[in-house]
Protein backbone atom coordinates (compact mmCIF):
# COMPACT_ATOMS: atom_id res chain seq x y z
CA UNK A 1 0.00 0.00 0.00
CA UNK A 2 1.01 3.33 -0.56
CA UNK A 3 4.38 4.61 1.03
CA UNK A 4 4.22 8.58 1.58
CA UNK A 5 6.99 10.80 2.40
CA UNK A 6 6.48 14.11 4.36
CA UNK A 7 9.24 15.94 2.84
CA UNK A 8 10.48 19.82 2.67
CA UNK A 9 14.28 21.06 3.82
CA UNK A 10 13.07 23.40 6.41
CA UNK A 11 12.52 22.76 9.88
CA UNK A 12 9.57 23.49 11.79
CA UNK A 13 6.96 23.29 8.62
CA UNK A 14 4.49 21.23 10.82
CA UNK A 15 6.20 17.82 9.07
CA UNK A 16 6.00 16.01 11.94
CA UNK A 17 3.14 17.38 13.58
CA UNK A 18 1.35 16.36 10.31
CA UNK A 19 2.24 12.73 10.02
CA UNK A 20 1.30 12.27 13.75
CA UNK A 21 -2.67 14.00 13.38
CA UNK A 22 -3.25 13.20 9.98
CA UNK A 23 -2.42 9.43 10.74
CA UNK A 24 -4.24 9.51 13.75
CA UNK A 25 -7.18 11.02 11.77
CA UNK A 26 -6.73 8.76 9.42
CA UNK A 27 -6.72 5.29 12.21
CA UNK A 28 -10.13 6.89 13.69
CA UNK A 29 -11.63 6.16 9.73
CA UNK A 30 -10.19 2.24 10.25
CA UNK A 31 -6.95 2.72 8.40
CA UNK A 32 -3.85 0.82 9.53
CA UNK A 33 -0.74 3.33 9.46
CA UNK A 34 2.50 2.84 10.24
CA UNK A 35 4.62 5.91 11.23
CA UNK A 36 8.58 5.94 9.98
CA UNK A 37 10.73 8.36 11.65
CA UNK A 38 13.62 8.65 9.38
CA UNK A 39 14.74 11.97 10.95
CA UNK A 40 17.59 11.42 13.70
CA UNK A 41 16.10 14.58 15.66
CA UNK A 42 13.64 11.60 16.46
CA UNK A 43 10.58 14.40 17.13
CA UNK A 44 8.23 11.86 15.80
CA UNK A 45 9.60 9.26 18.33
CA UNK A 46 9.26 11.31 21.22
CA UNK A 47 6.11 13.24 19.92
CA UNK A 48 4.84 9.70 20.44
CA UNK A 49 5.85 8.76 24.06
CA UNK A 50 8.83 6.37 22.47
CA UNK A 51 12.35 6.99 23.90
CA UNK A 52 14.62 7.65 21.45
CA UNK A 53 17.20 4.72 22.38
CA UNK A 54 14.99 2.58 22.04
CA UNK A 55 16.54 -0.76 19.96
CA UNK A 56 15.86 -1.70 17.29
CA UNK A 57 15.52 1.37 15.47
CA UNK A 58 15.44 2.73 12.21
CA UNK A 59 19.81 2.87 12.03
CA UNK A 60 19.88 -0.38 13.59
CA UNK A 61 18.37 -1.65 10.13
CA UNK A 62 19.82 0.73 7.81
CA UNK A 63 23.25 -0.90 9.75
CA UNK A 64 22.31 -4.37 8.84
CA UNK A 65 21.13 -3.64 5.32
CA UNK A 66 24.49 -1.92 5.00
CA UNK A 67 26.47 -4.79 6.04
CA UNK A 68 23.75 -7.37 3.98
CA UNK A 69 22.51 -8.92 6.85
CA UNK A 70 18.83 -9.58 7.75
CA UNK A 71 16.51 -6.85 8.94
CA UNK A 72 14.24 -7.17 11.99
CA UNK A 73 11.18 -6.84 9.87
CA UNK A 74 8.58 -7.15 12.30
CA UNK A 75 10.07 -6.53 15.91
CA UNK A 76 11.64 -3.53 14.70
CA UNK A 77 7.84 -2.26 14.93
CA UNK A 78 6.33 -0.80 18.37
CA UNK A 79 2.82 -0.75 18.59
CA UNK A 80 1.48 2.24 19.96
CA UNK A 81 -1.74 2.09 22.36
CA UNK A 82 -3.70 4.31 20.42
CA UNK A 83 -3.00 1.86 17.67
CA UNK A 84 -0.54 3.33 15.33
CA UNK A 85 2.40 1.31 14.43
CA UNK A 86 5.88 3.15 14.67
CA UNK A 87 9.67 2.24 13.42
CA UNK A 88 11.54 4.68 15.72
CA UNK A 89 14.54 6.89 14.98
CA UNK A 90 18.18 7.85 17.32
CA UNK A 91 20.49 10.02 16.85
CA UNK A 92 22.78 7.49 15.48
CA UNK A 93 20.82 8.12 11.80
CA UNK A 94 22.68 11.15 11.61
CA UNK A 95 25.92 8.91 11.57
CA UNK A 96 24.14 6.44 8.95
CA UNK A 97 23.68 9.76 6.04
CA UNK A 98 27.65 10.00 6.02
CA UNK A 99 27.98 5.78 5.64
CA UNK A 100 25.45 5.62 3.59
CA UNK A 101 27.49 7.73 0.40
CA UNK A 102 29.88 5.09 0.19
CA UNK A 103 27.53 1.85 0.19
CA UNK A 104 26.16 0.12 -2.95
CA UNK A 105 22.10 0.37 -3.11
CA UNK A 106 22.83 3.59 -0.74
CA UNK A 107 19.33 5.16 -2.18
CA UNK A 108 17.24 1.84 -1.96
CA UNK A 109 18.24 0.83 1.37
CA UNK A 110 14.82 2.09 2.86
CA UNK A 111 13.10 0.60 0.24
CA UNK A 112 14.56 -3.04 1.04
CA UNK A 113 13.63 -2.41 4.69
CA UNK A 114 10.06 -1.44 3.79
CA UNK A 115 9.01 -3.96 1.38
CA UNK A 116 8.36 -6.75 3.14
CA UNK A 117 6.29 -4.90 6.06
CA UNK A 118 4.19 -3.10 3.17
CA UNK A 119 1.22 -5.45 2.24
CA UNK A 120 0.19 -5.36 6.00
CA UNK A 121 -0.92 -1.19 5.91
CA UNK A 122 -3.22 1.12 4.65
CA UNK A 123 -0.48 3.71 4.31
CA UNK A 124 3.26 3.84 5.67
CA UNK A 125 4.52 7.83 6.57
CA UNK A 126 7.35 8.41 6.77
CA UNK A 127 8.66 11.32 8.45
CA UNK A 128 11.95 13.56 7.18
CA UNK A 129 14.83 15.27 8.23
CA UNK A 130 14.50 19.03 7.11
CA UNK A 131 17.28 18.97 4.79
CA UNK A 132 18.09 16.64 0.87
CA UNK A 133 20.56 14.52 2.29
CA UNK A 134 20.87 10.60 1.60
CA UNK A 135 18.26 10.19 4.48
CA UNK A 136 15.50 12.26 2.54
CA UNK A 137 16.69 10.43 -0.53
CA UNK A 138 15.77 6.94 0.61
CA UNK A 139 12.46 8.13 1.79
CA UNK A 140 11.58 9.29 -1.75
CA UNK A 141 12.94 6.52 -3.57
CA UNK A 142 10.72 4.46 -1.04
CA UNK A 143 7.80 6.43 -1.74
CA UNK A 144 4.82 6.37 -4.46
CA UNK A 145 3.85 9.57 -3.17
CA UNK A 146 5.15 13.17 -1.14
CA UNK A 147 3.38 15.41 0.42
CA UNK A 148 5.02 18.97 1.57
CA UNK A 149 3.53 20.50 4.84
CA UNK A 150 4.63 24.41 4.87
CA UNK A 151 3.81 27.64 6.28
CA UNK A 152 2.44 30.21 3.97
CA UNK A 153 5.82 32.69 4.09
CA UNK A 154 8.19 33.66 1.28
CA UNK A 155 10.78 31.79 2.45
CA UNK A 156 9.27 28.25 2.88
CA UNK A 157 8.44 29.20 -0.81
CA UNK A 158 11.54 29.34 -1.98
CA UNK A 159 12.31 26.10 -0.39
CA UNK A 160 9.69 24.38 -2.54
CA UNK A 161 11.48 25.60 -5.65
CA UNK A 162 14.27 24.02 -4.33
CA UNK A 163 12.84 21.26 -3.31
CA UNK A 164 11.32 20.52 -7.40
CA UNK A 165 14.77 20.71 -8.47
CA UNK A 166 16.20 17.72 -6.32
CA UNK A 167 12.63 16.25 -6.60
CA UNK A 168 13.16 15.93 -10.27
CA UNK A 169 16.30 14.21 -9.80
CA UNK A 170 14.92 11.54 -7.61
CA UNK A 171 12.39 10.83 -10.30
CA UNK A 172 14.92 10.52 -12.81
CA UNK A 173 16.42 8.24 -10.20
CA UNK A 174 12.87 6.38 -10.04
CA UNK A 175 12.27 6.12 -13.82
CA UNK A 176 15.88 3.91 -13.84
CA UNK A 177 14.42 1.67 -11.53
CA UNK A 178 10.89 1.95 -12.75
CA UNK A 179 9.37 3.35 -9.85
CA UNK A 180 7.28 6.75 -9.71
CA UNK A 181 6.70 9.36 -7.71
CA UNK A 182 4.18 11.96 -7.81
CA UNK A 183 3.76 15.09 -5.26
CA UNK A 184 0.52 14.11 -3.55
CA UNK A 185 0.26 17.78 -2.20
CA UNK A 186 1.36 20.81 -0.37
CA UNK A 187 -0.50 21.41 2.84
CA UNK A 188 -0.33 24.91 4.46
CA UNK A 189 0.35 24.62 7.88
CA UNK A 190 0.31 27.42 11.29
CA UNK A 191 -1.94 29.19 8.54
CA UNK A 192 -4.06 32.40 9.93
CA UNK A 193 -6.09 33.62 7.24
CA UNK A 194 -6.03 37.29 9.17
CA UNK A 195 -2.61 37.27 7.94
CA UNK A 196 -2.15 39.21 4.12
CA UNK A 197 1.37 37.43 3.79
CA UNK A 198 -0.48 33.99 4.61
CA UNK A 199 -3.46 34.64 1.73
CA UNK A 200 -0.67 36.33 -0.42
CA UNK A 201 1.49 32.90 -0.02
CA UNK A 202 -1.47 31.00 -0.90
CA UNK A 203 -2.53 32.28 -4.17
CA UNK A 204 1.04 32.16 -5.23
CA UNK A 205 1.45 28.33 -4.60
CA UNK A 206 -2.21 27.89 -6.41
CA UNK A 207 -1.10 29.96 -9.63
CA UNK A 208 1.98 27.70 -9.74
CA UNK A 209 0.72 23.86 -8.47
CA UNK A 210 -3.03 24.11 -9.10
CA UNK A 211 -5.07 21.41 -7.59
CA UNK A 212 -1.93 19.95 -5.31
CA UNK A 213 -2.41 22.74 -3.42
CA UNK A 214 -4.31 21.24 -0.41
CA UNK A 215 -7.76 23.36 0.19
CA UNK A 216 -7.63 22.56 3.69
CA UNK A 217 -5.23 24.61 5.78
CA UNK A 218 -3.93 23.93 9.18
CA UNK A 219 -4.71 26.73 11.50
CA UNK A 220 -2.55 27.85 14.21
CA UNK A 221 -3.19 26.29 17.01
CA UNK A 222 -1.57 26.10 20.24
CA UNK A 223 -3.15 22.59 21.41
CA UNK A 224 -1.15 20.85 18.39
CA UNK A 225 2.10 21.91 20.38
CA UNK A 226 0.82 20.96 23.64
CA UNK A 227 -0.60 17.71 21.96
CA UNK A 228 3.11 17.02 20.78
CA UNK A 229 4.59 17.82 24.25
CA UNK A 230 2.64 15.83 26.15
CA UNK A 231 3.23 12.62 23.21
CA UNK A 232 0.05 11.77 22.06
CA UNK A 233 -1.99 13.28 19.02
CA UNK A 234 -4.81 15.89 19.19
CA UNK A 235 -6.95 14.03 19.16
CA UNK A 236 -6.46 12.10 22.22
CA UNK A 237 -5.48 15.43 24.05
CA UNK A 238 -8.76 17.07 22.76
CA UNK A 239 -10.47 16.43 20.18
CA UNK A 240 -12.59 19.64 20.32
CA UNK A 241 -9.60 21.65 19.33
CA UNK A 242 -9.13 23.45 15.64
CA UNK A 243 -6.31 21.50 15.35
CA UNK A 244 -8.43 18.08 16.21
CA UNK A 245 -11.23 19.31 13.32
CA UNK A 246 -8.90 20.89 10.27
CA UNK A 247 -6.79 17.27 10.38
CA UNK A 248 -9.78 15.73 10.42
CA UNK A 249 -10.97 17.84 7.32
CA UNK A 250 -7.22 17.14 6.11
CA UNK A 251 -8.05 13.47 6.31
CA UNK A 252 -10.77 13.40 4.05
CA UNK A 253 -9.25 15.77 1.38
CA UNK A 254 -6.26 13.22 1.16
CA UNK A 255 -8.50 10.07 1.22
CA UNK A 256 -10.65 11.81 -1.74
CA UNK A 257 -6.94 12.67 -3.58
CA UNK A 258 -5.22 9.19 -3.09
CA UNK A 259 -8.58 7.50 -4.01
N1 LIG B 1 -0.72 24.34 13.32
C1 LIG B 1 0.15 24.56 14.34
N2 LIG B 1 -0.14 25.46 15.30
C2 LIG B 1 0.71 25.71 16.32
N3 LIG B 1 1.89 25.07 16.47
C3 LIG B 1 2.24 24.16 15.55
C4 LIG B 1 1.40 23.85 14.44
N4 LIG B 1 2.02 22.90 13.69
C5 LIG B 1 3.18 22.64 14.29
N5 LIG B 1 3.34 23.38 15.42
C6 LIG B 1 4.49 23.41 16.33
O1 LIG B 1 5.59 23.97 15.61
C7 LIG B 1 6.79 23.27 15.92
C8 LIG B 1 7.39 22.69 14.63
O2 LIG B 1 6.50 21.74 14.08
P1 LIG B 1 6.99 20.33 13.52
O3 LIG B 1 5.79 19.57 13.11
O4 LIG B 1 7.88 19.68 14.52
O5 LIG B 1 7.81 20.79 12.24
P2 LIG B 1 8.92 19.99 11.38
O6 LIG B 1 8.72 18.54 11.61
O7 LIG B 1 8.66 20.40 9.97
O8 LIG B 1 10.24 20.48 11.87
C9 LIG B 1 6.42 22.22 16.95
O9 LIG B 1 6.69 22.71 18.22
C10 LIG B 1 4.93 22.02 16.75
O10 LIG B 1 4.29 21.61 17.94
MG1 LIG C 1 10.10 17.11 12.21
Redesign the pocket.
Known amino acids: MPIISFA?Q?????????VINLAAALQIQGKKILLVDA?PQA?LTQALGVSDKTEPNLFTEFKKEMEGKNTEGQSVIIKLAGGLHLIPSSIELAGAELELVSVYGREQLLSWILKPLEAQYDFIFI?CP?AIGMLTVNALVASRYVLM?LQAEFLPLKGVRSFMYHFSNVEKIKKKLGLQIDILGFIL???DDHKKMNRDVCRQLEEEFGSKVFQTH?????Q??KA??AGVDIFSFDKHAN?AIDYLQLSKEFLSKIE
Open positions: IKGGSGKTTTDNDPPTKFIRTNILAQEG
